[in-house]
């Protein structure tokens, strides 16, 4: 599994650089809309309890921490915090077009 050598938070986006060289620029809206905690998805029906509308446009990550060697927390300008994002769920969300080729090839 990957693992983020570094993580950087830009005006423009989440930056993650990870350990085999590959860069995700993740923007803010998209990770927060894609927060996978008890608040924003139920937990048995995997369905979105978030509603993507009440997430502001200029939401921001203010901050972020490692959680164990698994995973980061950010913490967002709208004070949500919960969402704990694995490296491996970050690495699938990568939006560039490399890896959404490879995504799309998989099924
Ligand atoms: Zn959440
Ligand atoms: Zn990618």
């Known amino acids: ?3 983020p050598a570094r993580v950087e938070i830009k005006p ?10 590959h860069i995700s620029l993740y923007a803010h809206k998209y990770l927060r809309i894609n927060c996978a905690c008890a608040g924003c998805i139920e937990e048995w029906t995997k369905r ?3 509603d993507p509308i009440t997430v502001p446009a200029d ?8 959680v164990g060697r698994y995973a980061l927390q950010f913490l967002w300008s709208d004070t ?6 694995p490296y ?9 077009a490399e890896c959404k080729a490879a995504g799309s090839k998989k099924g």
């Open 59 to 66: 939401i921001q990550a203010v901050d972020y921490m490692e």
């Open 88 to 96: 491996e769920t970050l690495r699938a969300l990568c939006p560039c």
């Open 80 to 85: 949500h915090y919960t969402g704990i994002y």
């Open 48 to 50: 979105q309890l978030l």
């Open 1 to 3: 599994m990957n693992e």
């Open 12 to 21: 423009e986006g989440i930056a993650i650089v990870w350990d085999d060289g």
